[in-house]
């Protein structure tokens, strides 16, 4: 059993900053990837940013050059430094484990999520 833990969210105004811990344990043998995924109301949940076993990163257009993601491979851990914050970046974030070394696509485990609102 894998369990991923979400911190670090919160209200911020536009042109903040934010920065959110996702913590992997459990039955984790091997490097996988890790990435950020976040769903706003009425939306679909989309791709935020997220890193290989490589420590290859990719990002979401929307957030590339505001968003570092990085992550601690002893620990299992990974975060999303989010800088610039708009109000459309307001929505849940979810922190995945892939399965693979290369993403999150195929049913990746998922945190619990985190709230993160942009709002003046």
């Known amino acids: 059993q894998v369990q991923l833990v979400e911190s670090g969210g919160g209200l911020v105004q536009p042109g903040g900053s934010l920065r959110l811990s996702c913590a992997a344990s459990?039955?984790?043998?091997?490097?996988?990837?890790m990435g950020w995924y976040r769903q706003a109301p009425g939306k679909q949940r989309e791709l935020v940013a997220a890193?290989?076993?490589?420590?290859?990163?990719n990002y979401a257009d929307s957030v590339n050059g505001r968003f570092t993601i990085s992550r601690e491979y002893g620990k299992n851990t990974v975060y999303l430094g989010m800088n610039s914050l708009k109000p459309e970046d307001t929505a849940v974030y979810y922190c995945?484990?892939?399965?693979?070394?290369?993403?999150?696509?195929?049913?990746?485990?998922w945190g619990q999520g985190t709230q993160v609102s942009v709002s003046s």
């Open positions: 890193v290989t076993s490589g420590g290859n990163t």
């Open positions: 995945c484990l892939g399965r693979t070394g290369t993403d999150c696509y195929t049913n990746p485990y």
């Open positions: 459990g039955s984790i043998i091997g490097i996988y990837a």
